[in-house]
């Protein structure tokens, strides 16, 4: 489980983003950063029997995504993340591309995964392997359990035109148009302190395995 002191520390830091405060609490940070680790460790051990190709060997520390903002080129002027993130490639994927995502942040924690916004020559090839299977992915996106937890994925950010090299009349427009191919489901503070923390995120990316397998394959 996640502690509720490592969610105190994320609010806490949230109201104090700035660096003189974060040293002061470093010893804090790293308590939280410790328990985040953990629970990566355990949640690998199952993710390894969802998927495959997940290496035993894989380090949980380096699943957990540095907490310092990348400000070069953002207004957001703030030296630190509010959440902590664990980013999981899915069967060999490179990290940013096919994964299993999870975000650690009070009151608006989730479990996703799939490909959030593809370069463009994935997302290109993406589209090829929807245009020609996509009675594969819609079998996978309009199951049942997959609706229950992660929504209808047609209502993704999509494309206001059409993509050219596709006519409107594409009865797979819906998909082909999509930015992202992701599903997500959020999770309560109370689930994620819970003592069953790690299976409910485990079965949650047991859902998502198949989108990210169609995905992988369409890449391969």
């Keep these: 489980m996640i502690y509720q002191e490592s969610l105190d520390f994320l609010k806490d830091l949230a109201e104090n983003n700035n660096r003189e ?9 790293d308590v939280a950063k410790d328990n985040v680790v953990d629970f990566t460790a355990q949640l ?7 998927d495959p ?3 035993e060997s894989t ?10 903002r990348d400000i070069r080129f953002s207004k957001n002027k703030t030296p630190y993340k509010n959440n902590f ?3 999981i490639p899915s069967m060999g994927s490179k990290p940013g591309t096919v994964e299993f995502y999870l975000q650690i942040q009070p009151g608006n924690s989730f479990i996703g995964g799939g490909y959030w916004m593809p370069e463009a020559p994935n997302l290109k090839t993406i589209r090829q392997e929807i245009d020609y299977n996509a009675g594969e992915l819609r079998q996978i996106i309009d199951d049942k359990e997959f609706v229950k937890l992660f ?3 047609k209502k993704q950010e999509q494309l206001k035109s059409v993509p050219r090299e596709y006519g409107a009349d594409n009865e797979n427009i819906d998909l082909l148009k999509l930015k992202s191919f992701v599903g997500w489901h959020k999770i309560t503070d109370k689930e994620i302190t819970g ?5 409910l995120v485990a079965d949650a990316c ?12 369409a890449l391969a």
């Design 44 to 50: 690998l051990a199952k993710l390894q029997k969802i």
């Design 53 to 55: 190709a997940i290496d």
């Design 151 to 153: 929504g209808d994925f």
């Design 85 to 87: 993130g664990v980013s």
């Design 21 to 29: 405060w974060f040293l002061a609490n470093r010893e804090r940070y």
């Design 206 to 217: 047991s859902k998502i395995y198949p989108l990210n397998v169609f995905l992988k394959n």
């Design 195 to 199: 003592s069953n923390a790690v299976q």
């Design 59 to 68: 380090d949980p520390k380096k699943r957990v995504m540095r907490i310092y």
